[in-house]
């Protein structure tokens, strides 16, 4: 096939087309990978805008710029029962193409500002649900006490962090799971009070450690007594802001000596992709969990999803779903859908609904079965209709594509497709996509990074109230009073970057998420730039390893997993 958006061939498999034909849909096309920046383009996953809400006009945090044209409510307004949606509800107008009835319908009808839901104490957080006292977390669920993050699950006391599941009073860390005291750390499991550690499980009182499992008081792969480790540990300074990025840079030197695995993940079977854990026949996925027969999904970190493709953020319990972004919580048989989730089934392009059976083109619904563009209808009255509305598009060459991405009410450069396909602003808006240009912030910094004290001891209070410049984009930032007590315990210096750049820099160590063929760097006894030595006799002997996969690495020297863990073999 010929990509209709990239003009790139792809190719689609025979177990693709099984898939296709058992949902009945057309074959896409789009490539996996447009697919992907499509609904991508329909998620603004941390950056929030201020916004007045369309039934109190009170000023309140959105996920959509004023200049978006979309109505917003806030989270108790949207849930309250004061409103109805279906009295938006209109008839279909077959004289007109779908999705463009569709874009112009979608702004009339409210939607949650936020997307948040179930939480205590978090007004200026957005894409959460279930958490207590976080903020500025983002695409989190069940955490406590958390901020300046992403993609936390089931967390608690846990700053600047990406990617992390079970995890407490973590540090500007990266893929972590289960782990305490996890501080600027990644690829790792099982791990408690250690920093700067790489593709490690089992690890306690560790620092700058690679590919270590099962073992304490360790310094770059060398064991110490109990003793000589915390000497070590103090003589580096690591309560001040000099000695911890000292540190920083050796750890990073040290750690890009040893091999990294072709493919992060645990307890997998069958599986292509990066960042997947126990699942079973899951290809072309990235940062999965517990997904079982599925292909493209992508930040699907919440277990159970099976026989599902083209799934951008969310899951937990997702079956028999395709093109659906930001969608979960019990769903089956669900198609092109956005921000839907609780129990949807059998229902096609809805739109921030909730608890629905048996609907297409809906914005908003809650509770409702056989509705097309929030009018409600008999069973046979809604068949009719949507068979009828489906011919039509396919027709049209509309049926079976996800919502174009000059549709989304989120600017493209603040949505989080400039993140994985970036675009200058005169691209974005030759292709006719939305930018938007932030203007120049108000506050001024009343104190600069050198100005901010070494070490965290002598830090007073008043820090609070100042207002810092980070060094790198000249933005200003503050600290806040339970990011300030963290620090304090943790004994770590205040950041002297704004949370933008701490975000980047931490997700600048995550592998892309398109894979390409390599072979294993193993080459016998050493890595084939002959910077790893080997410690032990690997199944290809002295001869270069022959085994050939599919990664995201780009790394020196990237390694199968029978050489990268012989003793396992």
């Known amino acids: 096939m010929i990509c209709k958006n990239c003009n790139e061939d792809f190719t689609i498999d025979p177990e693709d087309f099984e898939f296709y034909k058992k949902i009945n849909v057309p074959p896409p096309t789009f490539c996996w990978k447009c697919r992907f920046q499509r609904r991508l383009a329909y998620r603004n996953d941390r950056k929030p805008f201020w916004n007045t809400s369309a039934m109190s006009g009170k000023k309140i945090l959105s996920l959509y710029p004023p200049e978006s044209g979309a109505s917003v409510y806030d989270e108790d307004e949207w849930n309250g029962d004061d409103w109805d949606a279906l009295s938006y509800g209109r008839d279909y107008d077959f004289s007109r193409p779908f999705f463009e009835q569709m874009h ?10 936020r997307s948040t839901e179930g939480n205590v104490n978090c007004d200026f957080n957005i894409n959460i649900g279930f958490c207590k006292n976080c903020y500025l977390l983002s695409n989190s669920g069940e955490s406590e006490d958390c901020a300046y993050g992403n993609e936390h699950s089931f967390c608690k006391t846990c700053f600047d962090c990406s990617h992390v599941t079970k995890c407490e009073r973590s540090y500007g860390s990266l893929w972590v799971h289960n782990s305490y005291q996890s501080h600027f750390s990644s690829r790792s499991i099982d791990n408690t009070s250690v920093m700067f550690c790489f593709a490690s499980k089992g690890l306690t009182n560790c620092f700058g450690c690679v590919n270590l499992v099962n073992k304490s008081y360790h310094i770059y792969n060398r064991p110490y007594s109990k003793e000589e480790y915390h000497q070590k540990i103090a003589a580096m300074r690591l309560n001040t802001w000099s000695g911890l990025q000292k540190a920083k840079a050796e750890a990073f030197a040290f750690a890009e000596k040893f091999p990294i695995a072709y493919l992060n993940g645990v307890l997998n079977d069958d599986v ?6 126990n699942s079973k026949n899951v290809h072309y996925g990235y940062i999965v969990r517990g997904a079982k027969d599925c292909r493209y999904l992508q930040y699907a970190q919440v277990a159970k999803t099976e026989d599902s493709y083209d799934l951008t953020i969310w899951g937990q319990n997702v079956v028999g779903c395709y093109e659906n972004a930001i969608c979960g919580y019990g769903m089956s048989d669900c198609k092109f859908s956005l921000e839907s989730w609780s129990e949807m089934r059998s229902s096609e392009y809805c739109m921030f609904s909730r608890n629905l059976a048996d609907c297409f083109a809906c914005v908003g619904l809650r509770k409702k079965r056989y509705c097309i563009l929030n009018k409600q209808y008999t069973k046979e009255e809604y068949e009719q209709l949507r068979s009828k509305i489906i011919e039509k598009m396919k027709a049209d060459g509309e049926y079976g594509e996800f919502f174009p991405i000059d549709h989304s009410s989120i600017p493209y450069n603040i949505s989080l497709a400039q993140e994985y396909f970036p675009l200058a602003k005169e691209q974005a808006l030759a292709k006719g996509y939305s930018w938007y240009d932030a203007p120049p912030s108000e506050h001024k910094p009343t104190m ?3 100005q901010i004290p070494d070490a965290i001891e002598d830090v007073k209070d008043s820090i609070l109230k100042e207002i810092l410049e980070c060094i790198e ?13 963290f620090l304090r315990q943790e004994k770590l210096p205040i950041p002297r970057q704004c949370p933008d750049c701490r975000h980047n820099e931490r997700i600048a160590q995550r592998a892309s998420a398109f894979i390409e063929p390599r ?3 193993c080459h016998g006894a050493t890595s084939s730039n002959g910077v790893y030595k ?14 050939e996969f599919l990664t995201s690495q ?13 003793e396992a073999v």
Not at 104 to 113: G, I, L, S, W
Not at 272 to 277: A, K, N
Request: charged share 20%; aromatic share 12%.
């Open 272 to 277: 292509t992709g990066e960042f997947i854990s």
């Open 104 to 113: 112009e319908f979608a702004k009339t009808v409210p939607r949650p500002a």
């Open 448 to 450: 600069t990074a050198t």
């Open 554 to 566: 780009r790394g020196p020297i990237v390694y199968c997993l029978q050489c990268l863990y012989p």
């Open 473 to 485: 984009c000249q933005k200003v930032y503050r600290v806040i009073p339970m990011e300030l007590a």
């Open 534 to 547: 080997n410690f032990a006799t690997h199944f290809h002997g002295s001869d270069p390893c022959p085994t």
């Open 519 to 521: 072979k294993c760097d």
